[in-house]
């Protein structure tokens, strides 16, 4: 079975600090990488995605994620963050080779917290 | 908007209570899903329907069950509340290919008298 990793779990920065959030995923096939946000008292919500193609996708908010395939990594980054930005991150995996199982795997998720 | 709701947003139930968690999509798509997210945990699939096939994860305790009356509606059932079921529980729908991405609701947070 997959795992996805995000070894931190509380980040905290000054406003337009720059961030890079880490994830690590563990399956030998191909998948789809998501990023998703949860911000206080809302529900998860897609930041960006990727299925295949430029290995730098590009989200809202001005985020961006690079798949690293070699590094089994889906880093997800942003020049300069905002106090708006405070929310926790989760990562997520689904595989997509034929017979894999069709569940989205998340990370246990990131709270990031920006300071004003 | 289209979307997916969830009631209620709060739930207090006592010990060993029936409870029924709803769900509802007007995204018009074919699978639902039930994660369950304790507090700092990632959240974890509980079971999902693709139309109205039924699939249990593994580990999903008999205690939860689920019923999908129709494409819009899902519930979630749980038969005897214990204390360790105190948790978020989220609703997600995506389309025909479970391998896109999935949209979530505001989530109903259940508590255990």
């Known amino acids: 079975a997959q795992s996805v990793s995000q070894h931190n779990h509380h980040v905290i920065l000054s406003e337009a600090a720059s961030l890079e959030l880490g994830c690590n995923y563990s399956y030998g096939g191909t998948v789809n990488l998501f990023w998703y946000v949860q911000y206080p008292g809302q529900h998860l919500q897609l930041l960006l995605k990727y299925f295949s193609g430029d290995p730098l996708v590009k989200g809202i908010k001005g985020f961006e994620a690079e798949f690293i395939k070699s590094k089994f990594s889906f880093n997800l980054r942003k020049p300069s963050v905002q106090w708006s930005d405070t929310a926790e991150y989760f990562c997520?995996?689904?595989?997509?080779?034929?017979?894999?199982?069709?569940?989205?795997?998340f990370g246990s998720g990131t709270q990031l917290t920006v300071l004003p | 908007d289209a979307m997916v709701i969830q009631n209620p947003r709060y739930q207090v139930t006592q010990f060993g209570k029936p409870v029924t968690l709803s769900c509802s999509q007007t995204?018009?798509?074919?699978?639902m899903y039930w994660y369950q997210q304790k507090s700092s945990q990632a959240p974890k699939l509980l079971f999902h329907?693709?139309?109205?096939?039924?699939?249990n994860e593994a580990d999903t305790p008999d205690n939860f069950q689920s019923r999908r009356p129709n494409t819009s509606f899902c519930f979630l059932d749980i038969r005897s509340p214990g204390l360790g079921d105190a948790a978020m529980y989220l609703c997600?729908?995506?389309?025909?290919?479970?391998?896109?991405?999935?949209?979530f609701g505001d989530g109903t947070r259940l508590s255990i008298l």
């Open positions: 997600a729908t995506s389309g025909r290919d479970r391998r896109k991405t999935q949209h």
């Open positions: 997520a995996v689904i595989p997509i080779s034929s017979g894999s199982a069709r569940q989205l795997t």
């Open positions: 995204l018009n798509h074919n699978v």
């Open positions: 329907y693709y139309d109205k096939d039924f699939n």
